[in-house]
């Protein structure tokens, strides 16, 4: 390994590309990026363009305005259907409770009553 120059490069990329291929790959190349522009394209006229996607971007905006609505409206709606649930729970464990001491009480004085 003395022989052989050391590269800061932790692969040995030199090694594995031929001479030449880079340049070639490189002059082959798209220079523009065409296959990248999804821009609607509905008419040639510059004007007509920026009306036409302005309106869509007003669309969209109003789509996503209720969209968001919506959302908002659903999530308050589970909100409340929550708290209603827990409210109808929270009342039961409060009615087992009563139930529970009461029944507790009852044997106690049963309890009593067999000593006695």
Do not use: F
């Not at 009306?51 to 969209?67: G, L, V, Y």
């Amino acid at each position: 390994m003395a022989g052989k120059p050391t590269s800061h490069h932790p692969w040995p990329i030199q090694d594995a590309i031929p001479a030449g291929t880079t340049s070639e790959l490189l002059n082959n190349a798209p220079t523009h990026l065409s296959l990248c522009d999804t821009s609607p394209k509905k008419s040639t006229s510059p004007d007509s363009s920026m009306t036409t996607s302005a309106t869509e971007r007003n669309r969209k905006r109003q789509r996503n305005t209720e969209a968001a609505r919506r959302y908002r409206q659903r999530k308050v709606d589970r909100t409340t259907e929550l708290e209603e649930a827990l409210a109808a729970v929270s009342k039961e464990r409060d009615e087992l409770r009563l139930k529970l001491a009461r029944s507790e009480a009852e044997a106690e004085v049963l309890r009593r009553m067999v000593r006695n």
